[in-house]
């Protein structure tokens, strides 16, 4: 069985990759990258490291030559990505793939104002018209990149948030990349939406708290609405197109689109989930 991984040398794509090497044959891992030198390390441990670049869909047949199964991570092009997805689709299924799981996002449904929704809605409805075995990845909101922002907090002593009450089921990219070696490693997930989440839902009043017990002084949560939030990061030195990005996050917790806790880590990734308190 040959396992490949697209975005090979982006932080999700090598923790996967570090967890295939200990669990299967090197040579049936392939690495897919646009730049090879980047993941001259895992060639050198076996790993069969070939070039592949979504904007270029004809080599894209031939980088997937002799693959059974296929990890498309999800590019970092927001609002220009749908392509590439559908062109590394289309190269598998040319390629004869049989089975493809994508990283998601969680609920990507039309009344999800996140601003990913689009893009990851698009993809799963092409893989499902495929003809390819596919798995929805819906990986939460990576608990890593919440760790500045309780740590900006305590600092300050003011948590600045438009969620509301809503909380998100942050994961860590270690454990989303536990899922996904586990689906592409064992049998049974086929046809399969897994939510990938932390352990808890953590609301502003909770990463106050974390935010408190790091820095020894009360945190306070400020509850600001959708543009004003828009506005702070703005002024924070956030780009223009960033800034609304990272609003529609705060948005969607906002009315609980990131709140739902499974236990798909532990039974798909066979490992306990990390809560983002041991991160901060």
């Excluded at 794509?13 to 690495?31: F, H, S």
């Amino acid at each position: 069985m040959t396992i490949a991984i697209t975005g090979a040398s982006g932080q999700l794509g090598r923790l996967v990759a570090d967890q295939l090497l200990t669990t299967v044959d090197p040579a049936e891992v392939v690495l897919l990258t646009r730049d090879p030198a980047k993941l001259a390390d895992y060639a050198e441990r076996g790993a069969d490291v070939r070039a592949a670049d979504f904007s270029k869909p004809d080599e894209l047949v031939e980088a997937f030559d002799g693959v059974e199964r296929v990890l498309l991570i999800s590019t970092d092009a927001v609002g220009a990505r749908v392509e590439g997805h559908l062109a590394a689709i289309d190269a598998a299924v040319k390629a004869g793939v049989r089975h493809l799981a994508y990283t998601s996002v969680s609920e990507p449904t039309a009344d999800n104002p996140a601003g990913v929704v689009a893009d990851h809605a698009a993809t799963e409805d092409a893989l499902r018209e495929s003809g390819l075995a596919w798995t929805m990845l819906r990986n939460n909101l990576y608990a890593d990149m919440q760790v500045d922002s309780v740590a900006q907090a305590a600092a300050t002593g003011q948590l600045v948030t438009n969620t509301g009450n809503g909380g998100a089921a942050y994961v860590t990219r270690a454990d989303c990349a536990a899922v996904a070696a586990g689906v592409l490693t064992s049998e049974g997930h086929e046809g399969q939406a897994y939510d990938v989440t932390g352990p808890h839902a953590y609301t502003a009043a909770d990463l106050a708290e974390l935010a408190t017990q790091r820095s020894g002084k009360p945190v306070e949560v400020v509850q600001v609405d959708d543009e004003a939030y828009t506005a702070g990061l703005v002024s924070a030195g956030l780009p223009d197109f960033i800034a609304p990005l990272l609003t529609s996050f705060g948005t969607a917790t906002r009315l609980g689109k990131l709140a739902t806790v499974t236990d798909v880590v532990e039974q798909v990734g066979g490992r306990k989930p990390t809560p983002l308190s041991a991160l901060v």
